[in-house]
């Protein structure tokens, strides 16, 4: 009888993700959700898109999907589930380098709080972003230094986590890519304005927190809106230093930065750049159409202050 009154669970791992000292054991957490009384399947991610597969193969015999890593397979995960007949419940346990998102719902890496967030049965419907026909949980960025979360080498994540990216970013890459960065000349579409010039940067964001650097107030993750932040105009490169402190302390003044929020977002440029989604690589493209899908899917949180009611 008490196997009748199982939920299912689907748990997806990435083995590669996270910090080699603290890298999360699925047993671990079955032990520690075993008083939800789940039936677990476990699928462990081998490359690329994995998970995507996994959840559009499976998910529909499952009650709750539960992703184990960093915010890549999360957003793998997500792009699966919005491929499902019904709508899934998602746990995260972050494991990731960053850990962006969970960071934002206020999740601690490790198996322990993300359990009590699960077990607590507490879901909040989340905003996600539709970019050309892909979903992304919380920034969709071009520009300078957005291909730092990709390109920093994996053994470095592994070894030194978050702190990885200041090395190999900061100490290693930015100054000379910004003697080179060649600013991009686009038309941005937006709710209430339009504005044509040379962009540096640009992001589109559902989160308080990107790369652990940035650090954004007055967010709500189910509003229908997402943040747009927009560089543009600099007379020299290296003037991208001082607007990336002016972020930093939150200080949006002035005319080269644009912050705000919206619904949408159209850009039109006469060629193809380069885009980062939820840190992972996101192709290179020219004109592109970004659209918020309003409370798409449901994950596992208890940050009332994040959620409208």
Known sequence: MGSLN???ALLITN???????????????IDKLSSANFDFTVEATKGPNDATAIVKEKGNNYDIIICCGGDGTLNETINGILALDKRVPVGYIPSGSTNDLASTLGISVGVGPAADMILSNKTNGYDVGLFQGRYFNYIASFGAATDLSYTTPQKWKN?????AYVFYGVGVRLIPMLA?????????EYDGGVVEDNFYFGAISNTTSVAGIFKYDDIKLNDGYFELLLVRGLKRNLDALGILNKIIRK???GDNIIF??????????????????????????GNVEINVLSNAYDIYSDNDNLFVR
């Open 6 to 8: 199982k939920k299912k």
């Open 15 to 29: 083995p590669c993700s996270g910090v080699d000292r603290k890298r999360v054991d699925s047993w671990e957490i």
């Open 159 to 163: 070894r030194f986590g978050h702190n």
């Open 180 to 188: 080179g960065f060649r600013p991009t000349y686009m038309k941005i």
């Open 251 to 253: 200080d949006y003044s």
């Open 260 to 285: 705000t929020k919206t619904k949408k977002v159209k850009i039109t440029c006469d060629k193809k750049v380069a885009w980062t989604l939820d840190g992972e690589f996101g192709g290179e493209h």
